[in-house]
T-cell receptor, first 110, second 116 residues
Framework: KQEVTQIPAALSVPEGENLVLNCSFTDSAIYNLQWFRQDPGKGLTSLLLIQSSQREQTSGRLNASLDKSSGRSTLYIAASQPGDSATYLCARDTGNQFYFGTGTSLTVIP | SAVISQKPSRDICQRGTSLTIQCQVDSQVTMMFWYRQQPGQSLTLIATANQGSEATYESGFVIDKFPISRPNLTFSTLTVSNMSPEDSSIYLC?????????????FGPGTRLTVL
């Protein structure tokens, strides 16, 4: 079974705090790992894509890492803001299909 | 990246009826995907729609329930047939627009369906 797990399921932090979201997968076969943001009732916005040959990608306050050997990816958000409040989803791309994680619901408290 | 729109954005439907969801892309793309996101759940792939061929359905999804059309490289429709309350979900289309060499997917805003 192609499982992608995200921990924690929900997270609440005060504004300004740095935080880490975790994504783990049971099958190490991976082409890409992509992180998305989903606002309530909305579609997905692509944040970062890490190729299987890479270890990390950065965009602004976001940094995503990939460790294929341990089947893990992390999304680091620096200096969190209330506008970061959303659900964050990771997706493992096998080259044939995307498998999505269960998501982490983030609330940043002003 | 491609800009993707979906219609309708939301709908409330009666049991036993059908709804067709449209997905429009502002550029030509080879592969389009349809996903379902049930309340509180993550995304599940329904089918892959390539222009000029029959859609490929994932396990648990059948053409009679979710017929898909892909008449050209910028447009696709998904029909949810003979609906029941269990079909209440957000339905999303996505594309690989080829702007990245690495299968990066971009999503439409979704269609929120409620079946009474």
């Amino acid at each position: 079974k192609q499982e992608v797990t995200q921990i924690p399921a929900a997270l609440s932090v005060p504004e300004g705090e740095n935080l880490v979201l975790n994504c783990s997968f049971t099958d190490s076969a991976i082409y890409n790992l992509q992180w998305f943001r989903q606002d309530p009732g909305k579609g997905l916005t692509s944040l970062l894509l890490i190729q299987s040959s890479q270890r990390e990608q950065t965009s602004g306050r976001l940094n995503a890492s990939l460790d294929k050997s341990s089947g893990r990816s992390t999304l680091y958000i620096a200096a969190s803001q209330p506008g970061d409040s959303a659900t964050y989803l990771c997706a493992r791309d096998t080259g044939n299909q995307f498998y999505f994680g269960t998501g982490t619901s983030l609330t940043v408290i002003p | 990246s491609a800009v993707i729109s979906q219609k309708p954005s939301r709908d409330i439907c009666q049991r036993g009826t059908s709804l067709t969801i449209q997905c429009q892309v502002d550029s030509q793309v080879t592969m389009m995907f349809w996903y379902r996101q049930q309340p509180g759940q993550s995304l599940t792939l329904i089918a892959t729609a390539n222009q000029g061929s029959e859609a490929t359905y994932e396990s648990g999804f059948v053409i009679d329930k979710f017929p898909i059309s892909r008449p050209n490289l910028t447009f696709s429709t998904l029909t949810v047939s003979n609906m029941s309350p269990e079909d209440s979900s957000i339905y999303l289309c996505s594309v690989d627009d080829g702007s990245s060499s690495y299968n990066e997917q971009f999503f439409g805003p979704g269609t929120r369906l409620t079946v009474l």
